[in-house]
């Protein structure tokens, strides 16, 4: 019996496929280290302080272990931060020097558990808030590391606060220990906003949801009502009740408005943790530092505490 053609032709394309394959592996030794900047101004109550994160990157088959860790963070470096004319120094601070309960209330403002912290976290800061916070201003970032000078610059933007939020059963499903969150907007007509949120029960950290971002592309200057998930970090387990309230519990929900460029740099990286294997497209990064890689971000926030209700 002769086998059907489209079977024959199948088989002679798989076998042609395979003879084309060619593992590639990338040369470690093409590999150039830069420089990785993480810096934010914050506009908002009880924000912390302009700070800044400056680190090396690494090859993608480095080993990596807390002495390596330790040594990515860039010591010594002359960071200036310009706004309206005046120029503004940050100073280096590591964790390790801050008495409790300083430490702990640093480490929780930047989402970062203290009990899963090998390393010792350093940054660069505007310990005295020396620097004037207002809606408008743009700001010039200017790092010198030897003889290496990377710059960036970033604006802060008009806040949208949420005007409303409220809590429902959750769709289509018969739960009475968990509830959906609404909510609603008044975009504004007159520009172009960008929106990041976090959010934390009680006793909680916040943290940015896994995909945090959005801009208002759809609904431009509308009165805008929409459900916004409880916050779940990329590293957490996924289940029936994942972006739902716990009812009575009082959560906290942190929401900034903010820079075009920082709604780039967030986007395409929650987009990247999205694509993978090996038929995945390639997503690079945008960042805005000039001579390295990253962002130099501003962001004004507004802060809701709100109880849960039973049903």
């Known amino acids: 019996m002769k086998a059907p053609f ?21 040369d470690p030794t093409l590999y150039k280290s830069q420089y990785v900047v993480e810096a934010y101004l914050e506009k908002s109550e009880n924000a912390l302080p302009p700070y800044l994160l400056l680190t090396r990157s690494i090859g993608f088959y480095a080993k990596i272990d ?27 601070i590591c964790l390790n020097q801050l008495p409790e309960p300083l430490r702990s209330e640093v480490l929780n403002g930047l989402g970062i558990n203290s009990d899963s912290l090998a390393i010792d976290f350093c940054a660069y800061a505007d310990l005295n808030g020396s620097i004037p916070l207002n809606v408008g201003q743009s700001y010039h970032l200017q790092i010198v590391v030897g003889q290496d000078t990377l710059r960036a610059s970033c604006y802060i933007p008009l806040s949208v606060n949420i005007d409303s939020i409220w809590f429902g059963n959750l769709p289509g499903k018969q739960n009475d220990s968990f509830a959906q969150a609404f909510c609603i907007i008044q975009d504004n007509p007159q520009y172009r906003d960008f929106y990041r949120y976090f959010t934390a029960g009680k006793g909680e950290s916040l943290v940015p949801n896994f995909s945090s971002v959005t801009n208002d592309f759809f609904f431009d200057g509308q009165r805008f009502k929409f459900t916004l998930n ?12 994942t972006g739902y309230f ?13 820079n075009d460029e920082q709604f780039d740099f967030w986007n395409t990286l929650e987009v990247s943790r999205t694509r993978q294997g090996p038929f995945s ?27 849960v209700p039973f049903k």
């Open 6 to 26: 489209n079977t024959i032709l199948s088989i002679c394309l798989v076998l042609f496929l395979m003879s084309c394959e060619e593992d590639i592996t990338p």
């Open 66 to 92: 807390s002495v390596v860790l330790k040594n990515l963070f860039v010591h010594g470096a002359k960071i200036t931060i310009e706004a309206n004319g005046n120029s503004y120094a940050l100073e280096e």
């Open 230 to 241: 409880k916050a779940q970090s990329p590293e957490s387990g996924f289940s029936d009740t």
């Open 246 to 258: 716990r009812r009575g519990d009082t959560v906290t929900i942190k929401w900034c408005t903010i």
């Open 281 to 307: 497209s390639y997503v690079r990064i945008k960042g805005n530092i000039d001579n390295g890689l990253g962002i130099f971000g501003a962001q004004h926030c507004q802060t809701y505490r709100i109880f």
